[in-house]
């Protein structure tokens, strides 16, 4: 069993960033592909950005793209998602995702069998 401990949300102002860090253990990291999700208030989970096992391959949904970085490092069993220039439209609860049956699980939920309770980020003035 894979356990995910995200941490890093907060409280922050329009064009400010922000790191959200998931700590995974349970299972060897660097066989698990990786994501981050997010659910707004009255939303659907939505995907937001994904990596591959040794993090060669990244994947961004475009509400993110170029604002939001996703990395990882399988010597620390942590993956990260550096967020820059936020929006009040980012505001949601992101959540960690891990697949253990692919390199690269991409941005389908079902891929993905693990998940962290989440960590909230509010962008406010």
């Known amino acids: 069993q894979v356990q995910l401990v995200e941490s890093g949300g907060g409280l922050v102002q329009p064009g400010d960033s922000l790191r959200l860090s998931c700590a995974a253990s349970?299972?060897?990291?660097?066989?698990?592909?990786m994501a981050w999700f997010r659910q707004a208030p009255g939303k659907e989970r939505e995907f937001v950005a994904a990596i591959s096992r040794s993090g060669s391959t990244s994947y961004y949904a475009d509400s993110v793209k170029g604002r939001f970085t996703i990395s990882r490092d399988n010597a620390k069993n942590t993956v990260y998602l550096q967020m820059n220039s936020l929006k009040f439209e980012d505001t949601a609860v992101y959540y960690c995702a891990a697949g253990g049956s692919y390199y690269y699980a991409g941005q389908q939920e079902a891929n993905y069998d693990y998940w962290g309770q989440g960590t909230q980020v509010t962008v406010s003035s």
């Open positions: 349970g299972r060897t990291f660097s066989s698990l592909a």
